[in-house]
């Protein structure tokens, strides 16, 4: 049964650049998408970013230039940093497993996805 | 690209059954598109109830349907049960992001 365990700051200051770590337990890294999902306190789930295990990144266009996800296979982990945060960054932040394929013919062909496996959360507040 | 659109709120006495729509466009929630759907309830994480439209993980009960019908996919819950009372999302795949509906909380009266 595969696990996640998110890990993160807790607290920090305005302008700091967080980091975040996922641990996948139980199973392997390879072979699946990882992602990053954030929820503002009482709020709904925003998308952050994916990682597949061969390095391929995808991110929300509209946190792009602040996020970059990574990948260590070795410690069957993968990492969140969000830089110059402010307060509107305050959530909780999630990981999951994404399970990516495709689907259609020769014309038209389109991936989907879905996240069958999330960790348990950690929360990052940004105050001065 | 926009969020999936849900209403934010559906209600429903024990017994009874409710859906729940997730609106988007031919980019997201279109043909050969999958809709996935996940609940949460209060400070726990979400779990995911539907995938690929219609399917339900092992352990998912069978009251929990999924459909879709060009773009607007939905959520069935038959014989609503208090436990049933929970936040409910939608999500989709478009291009290379990952899109959720803004949820609807269910409300067992």
């Known amino acids: 049964q595969v696990q996640l365990q998110e890990s993160g700051p807790g607290l920090v200051k305005p302008s700091e650049t967080p980091s975040l770590t996922c641990t996948v337990s139980?199973?392997?890294?390879?072979?699946?998408?990882w992602s990053w999902i954030r929820q503002p306190l009482g709020k709904g789930l925003e998308w952050i970013a994916s990682?597949?295990?061969?390095?391929?990144?995808n991110y929300n266009p509209s946190l792009r230039s602040r996020v970059s996800i990574s990948l260590d296979s070795s410690k069957n982990q993968f990492s969140l940093k969000l830089r110059s945060v402010t307060a509107a960054d305050t959530a909780v932040f999630y990981c999951?497993?994404?399970?990516?394929?495709?689907?259609?013919?020769?014309?038209?062909?389109?991936?989907?996805?879905?996240?069958?496996?999330w960790g348990q959360g950690t929360t990052v507040i940004v105050s001065s | 690209q926009s969020a999936l659109t849900q209403p934010a709120s559906v209600s429903g006495s024990p017994g009874q059954s409710i859906t729940i729509s997730c609106t988007g466009t031919?980019?997201?929630?279109?043909?050969?598109?999958?809709v996935s759907w996940y609940q949460q309830h209060p400070a726990t994480a979400p779990e995911l109830i539907i995938y690929?439209?219609?399917k339900r993980p092992s352990g998912v009960s069978s009251r929990f349907s999924g459909s879709k019908s060009g773009t607007t996919a939905s959520l069935t819950i038959s014989g609503l049960q208090p436990e049933d009372e929970a936040d409910y999302y939608c999500?989709?795949?478009?291009?290379?992001?990952?899109?959720f509906g803004g949820g609807t909380k269910v409300t067992v009266l």
């Open positions: 999951a497993r994404e399970i990516r394929r495709g689907s259609g013919n020769y014309a038209s062909f389109f991936y989907y996805n879905y996240l069958d496996v």
């Open positions: 031919s980019s997201d929630v279109g043909t050969y598109k999958r």
């Open positions: 139980g199973g392997s890294i390879s072979g699946y998408y």
């Open positions: 690929e439209d219609t």
């Open positions: 990682i597949s295990y061969g390095g391929d990144t």
């Open positions: 999500c989709s795949f478009a291009t290379t992001n990952t899109l």
